[in-house]
């Protein structure tokens, strides 16, 4: 029985180790089994024949796809004996251009090894045209400064006829701009339209619109608006792209088709469909750089138009009570890149005021950024608050520029000292209680001094009881060579440096995740790229540029291409200082960062 059960166990194996001995193979396929349409959206596929699970897809070189997703599928089968298994990854791309369209291999890594797929050929097609739908693209600005947000609006008419019809399904937008590497893009501090709020497809993900009724072109038109704001980070002329929008227009009544829009354009009318899209027109950016002629020290990357105001309150305290900073910012339609003002730096404030360091969340509201802040007044000599500093680029002068808050005058009255004759003066009686000899408990059974007995512990007489002598000196040599052992051994300079060293790579991932947790990480990422070199080569992170980072590392024998891309990693992240809230950094570009330093990690030496 026992070897049936052998036998049987070994037969069952013998798939597991067939499959085992198997190539692992990767490939890319994009499902062309409906045409492909710009501004539509294709599947996808990279599948592992005989393989793990990845550790890592690489989806860098698919950035102009936009690519969204994945689904993940798995299949294992059993043929001759044989087992096979495959993992399938699907994603939802976005084609970029019309015509053909070469999708570049992707690296997957399985097993600490490294597998490019095969390059993929889609054809985009144009869909027809039609007067039914109308798209425009509008940029507030036609010149603008490097870090000068530009607001770009994007509007979609569609017939109401086709909307009241349900006649309309599958509407999805192109942005190429959205995708552009010459831009940072975020959302407006408020939306500046007002009507019904909905969703769009644009570049593969949902947007919140806008959405009412207009007379356009002579047709009552459903009109949906949705605002970007561009901020360039270079300067020069650029050109922004077309944006095209494509959908399925019922053009007879036959079929069932069920639509995008739930909210008006649902439908499950039987119709027969067609594929239509327009275009809008391309738009030119003439973009200038910042001087470096006049920039103040406490620029901080603010481009525009901006005003600062200052209130107080109370303006009547004793010295010590509470006041209620509050500092106004406007004049921009764009706010979030304004930080906390640096009040502790603005003269007399520190000696006149005590300035804890909390500080509150500031909120955006009625076009302004809202700071407060409670300060305190230090002595009764103090007679304002100073004006508080406001430092930007002025784009209609050309030229930097600091404004001011006004003072904000204060009456300060002197601190009252409380004295004894402040005090009310009470008669405090002594609760005198006697103490009773009471028959219970030791004082029933010992009314004498002989039952005390002197056992003091002294020096000598711990001399002569070794127990005892390790108890009394025992601690404090412990102390003592534990003490001397730390300041000798692990605070040499060189023990420090090597630790550095040894820990850099954990510690520069510690601040990648904790910068993913903060809005604008942009230079708090390039900070821990510049401290994990600093902790590798015992270098001064703050006297590091991406060049010398890039430098070292070719000193220490790593790959130029990973040195390469560590640089312009950085120099792409200290851009960000343009405009630090607008940078968000993504989970494929952190896992992108991480696995930069773990190959630079294992080729330093």
């Given amino acids: 029985m026992n070897k049936t059960r052998i036998i049987i166990s070994i037969l069952w194996m013998l798939p597991a180790f067939s499959a085992s001995g198997a190539q692992v193979q990767v490939a890319a396929s994009a499902d062309t089994s409906s045409p492909i349409y710009l501004a539509s959206q294709f599947v996808y596929n990279i599948t592992i024949e005989n393989g793990d699970e990845p550790e890592a897809v690489d989806l860098a070189a698919l950035n102009e796809f936009n690519p969204a997703g994945p689904s993940v599928q798995r299949q294992t089968s059993i043929i001759n004996g044989r087992m096979s298994s495959s993992i399938t990854y699907n994603y939802i791309l976005t084609p970029p251009r019309l015509g053909q369209i070469v999708i570049p291999p992707v690296e997957v890594v399985i097993k600490g090894k490294t597998y490019r797929t095969n390059p993929v050929t889609v054809t985009v097609s144009q869909p027809g045209q039609t007067q039914q739908m109308d798209l425009q693209m ?11 947000p530009v607001l ?15 006649a309309i399904a599958n509407v999805n937008l192109n942005i190429p701009v959205l995708r552009s590497p010459d831009f940072i893009i975020d959302e407006p501090d408020t939306l500046t339209f007002t009507g019904k709020q909905g969703l769009l497809p644009v570049n593969g993900q949902n947007l919140a619109t806008v959405q009412d009724q207009i007379e ?12 970007r704001a561009l901020i360039p980070q270079k300067h020069g002329a650029i050109t922004i792209d077309p944006a095209s929008v494509s959908a399925d ?3 007879s009544r036959k079929r069932s088709r069920d639509s995008f829009f739930d909210d008006f354009f649902s439908s499950r009318s039987r119709y027969e469909y067609q594929r239509f899209g327009v275009s809008s027109q391309p738009r030119q950016l003439e973009v200038s750089p910042l001087p470096e002629e006049g920039k103040s020290a406490d620029f901080y990357g603010l481009v525009g138009r901006y005003t600062i105001a200052g209130s107080a309150d109370p303006v009547q305290i004793s010295v010590g009570d509470p006041i209620t900073l509050t500092l106004r910012v406007g004049g921009s339609e764009y706010l979030k890149p304004v930080r906390w003002p640096d009040i502790e730096s603005v003269k007399g404030m520190t000696d006149d005021f005590k300035i804890p360091a909390e500080k509150s969340d500031p909120e955006i509201k009625d076009g302004q950024k809202i700071f407060t802040r409670t300060i305190r007044a230090a002595n009764e000599q103090v007679k304002q608050i100073p004006p508080i500093p406001l430092s930007f680029f002025d784009v209609q002068k050309g030229r930097y520029t600091t404004v001011y808050t006004d003072p904000i005058p204060l009456q300060v009255l002197p601190t009252r000292i409380v004295t004894g004759a402040d005090v009310e003066s009470r008669q405090f009686t002594s609760a005198a209680r006697q103490i009773e000899a009471v028959r219970e408990g030791l004082s029933a059974n010992v009314t004498d001094s002989s039952a005390l007995v002197n056992q003091q512990i002294t020096p000598a007489s711990a001399v002569g009881e070794p127990a005892m002598l390790i108890l009394w000196l025992g601690p404090p040599a412990l102390l003592i060579f534990s003490g001397l052992y730390k300041f000798s051994v ?38 821990a790229l510049r401290q994990y070199i600093a902790d590798k080569f015992d270098r001064v992170p703050g006297s590091l540029t991406a060049g010398d980072c890039s430098a070292l590392l070719d000193g220490a024998a790593v790959q130029s291409s990973n040195a390469e891309n560590l640089r ?10 343009y405009s630090p809230a607008a940078y968000t950094l993504s989970k494929t570009e952190k896992e992108k960062i991480i696995a930069l330093l773990k190959e630079i990690e294992k080729q330093i030496r």
């Fill in 216 to 227: 356009y072109k002579g047709v009552s038109c459903l009109r949906v608006r949705f605002v």
């Fill in 490 to 527: 692990r605070t040499s300079p060189q023990r420090q440096a090597a630790r550095r060293r040894k820990n850099a790579l954990s510690a520069a991932v510690r601040r990648i995740h904790t910068a993913e947790k903060q809005s604008g990480s942009g230079p708090a990422l390039a900070a």
């Fill in 249 to 251: 227009i019922a053009v």
């Fill in 568 to 577: 312009q990693m950085m120099e792409t992240l200290e851009a960000a200082q």
């Fill in 138 to 148: 509008e940029l507030s600005e036609p010149k603008c400064y490097v870090g000068q």
């Fill in 152 to 166: 770009l609006t994007v509007t979609f008419y569609v017939w109401r006829d086709l909307v009241s019809r349900e």
